[in-house]
């Protein structure tokens, strides 16, 4: 009771900081937390990044197998993403099947990447009906402090554009080469709070909010995959004008993960 | 989308504009709502959309199972999206896959954005939604099939919840895809509206589309949502109306 209670109150203060243009840790309403991200954190992984936005981080592993093709799909390789929302990054996150919000975040970053064909499936197959590459990545929540989606696709991108396909090791070629990565898909999500709508929003703003909306961009200035979630509304104009906003965020996001 | 190591790509927009079935860009497929289709049920509806054919059932306001669930505050709306074994052309393994668990999330949330949820504490709202025949649009036609049950439950909301899809076929935006516009479309928008207040609470996208597109795909979908707004309430007026369809109709 005495959480509802405080939540309550805290979601009411938000929603009045953001009816004159506020926010609880002084940002401007389109303005992201400190976003870094160091590529090459895990040595074990093919690929990897560590991506912060602000307290939040996320960890993204890309390994690399041989596997075989779909029947249906004899000459494309196969792309997995996966989220894990593990009990260490929050109080409320607990042990078990995984939470429909970590298939949502799973199937979002996943899409994303899937959407833009970041990866050219074709060139990951080896032998069209027998031999494939099977890219794995995923997505190791060890810190929720608001903003998942970002977070995770942050990594998720970073994470490939470092990855090398281990031929050599695989005995399919002379030498390890580059994963090529066609293109850059990145996620920006917003949240509704009254009449504003903010960008990256906390793990407090993800409480009190009345809907959120990631929008993913690619490099070419394409609209690559959407999600509203949450309990709340937006209308066709909101839409369009955060459109604009993630193209925008978007932009500086792929230069973190490209240049990293 | 989906186009990777398919075999061929059908035709999908004709020479003159039509589509892959005849329909113009801007055209629904035809549409059959039954509200009260099923007896056991507090509110419930059929819907045949096109080739779909989709059934959802409400339950509620009833005790929340799992009791830790409950809010003390507000009712919680639960809601199931399921797909029959045999409602696509190859069969689907039963059971709650990833894909049906994001839509049932998806769903719940934009339901509870429009029930009047803190008339009910403590209880939940349960919606299930079987999809018995899939072409394409089935979390549309499941939105629209919960919406009208909720309404045959007498359960308060804002408003009727009309969806749609739009997409991007052979580069030109059109309206409520079928399965081979989906499967060789460019993109695909699945969204909900709530027709009072002109705004989303459901909103759903992949493939590619331009600042340009996305544009006018969502004045598209808004305007195909208030057609079918119009016959989501002409099913309930059938249902509800002197010497309308007796109690429980079958669908």
Known sequence: ?260 | MGSVGAKEVPVLLSPDGKRIDGRQLDELRSMRIVAGALHQADGSAFVEWGANKVMAAVYGPREVHPRHLQQNNKAIVQCKYNMAAFSVDERKRPGLDRRSQEISKVIAEAFESVIFVEEFPRTSIDIYIEVLQANAGTRCAGVVAASVALADAGIPMVDLLPAVAVGKVAGQIALDLKKEEDNFGEADLPMALVPQSGRLVLLQMEGHMTAEELSKSLDLGVVGCRAIYEKMKQALRDRYQLGGPAEGASA
């Not at chain 1, 937390?33 to 602000?54: C, H, N, Q, W, Y």
């Open chain 1, 1 to 260: 009771m005495t959480n509802e209670v405080t939540a309550e109150i805290l979601a009411t203060h938000i929603l009045d900081l953001a009816r004159e243009g506020r926010r609880l840790d002084g940002r401007a309403i389109d303005e992201y937390r400190k976003v870094t991200v160091e590529p090459g954190f895990v040595a074990s992984a093919d690929g990897s990044a560590l991506a912060r936005i602000g307290p939040t981080a996320v960890v993204a592993g890309v390994k690399l197998e041989l596997g075989k093709p779909f029947p249906d799909t004899p000459n494309a390789g196969v792309l997995t993403t996966n989220a894990e929302l593990v009990p260490l990054s929050n109080p409320t996150f607990e042990p078990g099947p995984p939470h429909p919000r970590a298939i949502e975040v799973s199937r979002v970053i996943d899409r994303a990447i899937r959407a833009a064909e970041a990866i050219d499936l074709t060139k990951l197959c080896v032998t069209p009906g027998e031999k494939t590459w099977v890219c794995y990545v995923d997505v190791h929540v060890i810190d929720h402090s608001g903003n998942l989606i970002d977070a995770g696709s942050l990594a998720a991108l970073t994470a490939l554009l470092h990855a090398t396909l281990p031929a050599k090791r695989f005995g399919v070629a002379e030498s390890d080469s580059r994963l090529d990565v066609r293109h850059k898909p990145v996620e920006t999500t917003f949240v509704r709070l009254g009449d504003a709508i903010v960008v990256d929003p906390s793990f407090d703003e993800e409480l009190a909010c009345q809907g959120r909306l990631t929008i993913a961009t690619d490099e070419a200035s394409n609209i690559v995959a959407m999600q509203k979630g949450l309990i709340g509304a937006f209308s066709p104009e909101d839409v369009k004008s955060l459109a604009e906003r993630a193209f925008h965020h978007g932009d500086r996001m792929r230069k973190l993960a490209e240049g990293a």
